[in-house]
């Protein structure tokens, strides 16, 4: 069956960086779109970054744009989000998603904690 389990969330101060992980297995992750997606406390679910199965399309929400990374090892079935220069609000659960269709999110991992607070 399809798994998607995250890794690397933390506590980290403003301005500072991580770098999460999200090891697939149970599907060809090459053939897939993935997407990060977050939920920060009592707000809805918000998309932060797409990747083509290829790496070859990347599209960031506005809020990221120029401090997240998203990257891919096909090889290694992992999908990957650098976060630099991070703020407050940017704390939330992130989770890997299997993209499914034009645009659609298919299946979730559990998550993955982000604080950023001093």
């Known amino acids: 069956q399809v798994q998607l389990v995250e890794s690397g969330g933390g506590l980290v101060q403003p301005g500072g960086s991580l770098r999460l992980s999200c090891a697939a297995s149970g599907f060809t992750f090459s053939s897939y779109r993935m997407s990060w997606v977050r939920q920060a406390p009592g707000k809805g679910l918000e998309w932060v970054s797409d990747?083509?199965?290829?790496?070859?399309?990347?599209y960031y929400a506005d809020s990221v744009k120029g401090r997240f990374t998203i990257s891919r090892d096909n090889a290694k079935n992992t999908l990957y989000l650098q976060m630099n220069s991070l703020k407050p609000e940017d704390t939330a659960v992130y989770y890997c998603v299997r993209g499914i269709g034009a645009g659609g999110f298919g299946s979730w991992g559990q998550g993955t904690q982000v604080t950023v607070s001093s």
């Open positions: 990747i083509a199965n290829d790496g070859g399309r990347i």
